[in-house]
T-cell receptor
Framework: DAGVTQSPTHLIKTRGQQVTLRCSPK?????VSWYQQALGQGPQFIFQ???????QRGNFPDRFSGHQFPNYSSELNVNALLLGDSALYLC?????????????FGNGTRLTVT | RKEVEQDPGPFNVPEGATVAFNCTYS??????FFWYRQDCRKEPKLLMS???SGNEDGRFTAQLNRASQYISLLIRDSKLSDSATYLC????????????FGQGTELSVKP
């Protein structure tokens, strides 16, 4: 039973560039959320997708956008990268979008912006 | 004020010690509460949910005080393998599956 898988594991980008991160949810899960975790901080909620729609959004600028596909996998896109976007980006999946079931996290994508 | 605040760390304890972590939350509409564990450079993993009546899982005990908006985690008989960062997590009613994480408290258990 595959858990949540994310790609790539590491990424180095330059300021101003764009990046796309990918996530496949745990088998049987239909809801995907994305979190940003800066060094020494807890994860911060970016957004959540269910039925290919953004259901909830955290306090992140429009440079952060996402998508969910019919097979429940998801992408996180970040445009016009800033140095402050350097962080661990975590994808999590769950059985429901209303917070009634626990999240299962992937290993994350470590993004470095130089 | 942060929505979820935890004890500053790190906590350095000897094996066998009992250690307690505290967490406060600011939103009275908080409805679900969790403790997650995160090992260095790894993803967070659910340690336990926290129920109103308090709950125990082996050496781990979680307590919730809704009136004080306070959550705690007690670890008895600490093991070296308990060394990790412990994250207090809250879900707010009406905000779907959005989880709000505290900044985490680092625990280091020494031989």
């Amino acid at each position: 039973d595959a858990g949540v898988t994310q790609s790539p594991t590491h990424l180095i980008k330059t300021r101003g560039q764009q990046v796309t991160l990918r996530c496949s949810p745990k088998s049987g899960h239909d809801t995907v959320s994305w979190y940003q975790q800066a060094l020494g901080q807890g994860p911060q909620f970016i957004f959540q997708y269910y039925e290919e729609e953004e259901r909830q959004r955290g306090n992140f600028p429009d440079r952060f956008s996402g998508h969910q596909f019919p097979n429940y996998s998801s992408e996180l896109n970040v445009n016009a990268l800033l140095l402050g976007d350097s962080a661990l980006y975590l994808c999590a999946s769950s059985l429901d979008w209303q917070g009634n079931s626990p999240l299962h996290f992937g290993n994350g994508t470590r993004l470095t912006v130089t | 004020r942060k929505e979820v605040e935890q004890d500053p760390g790190p906590f350095n304890v000897p094996e066998g010690a009992t250690v307690a972590f505290n967490c406060t939350y600011s939103n009275s509409a908080s409805q679900s509460f969790f403790w997650y564990r995160q090992d260095c450079r790894k993803e967070p993993k659910l340690l336990m949910s926290v129920y109103s009546s308090g709950n125990e899982d082996g050496r781990f005990t979680a307590q919730l005080n809704r009136a004080s908006q306070y959550i705690s985690l007690l670890i008895r008989d600490s093991k070296l393998s308990d060394s990790a960062t412990y994250l207090c997590v809250v879900n707010i009613r009406g905000q779907g599956g959005k989880l709000i994480f505290g900044q985490g408290t680092e625990l280091s258990v020494k031989p």
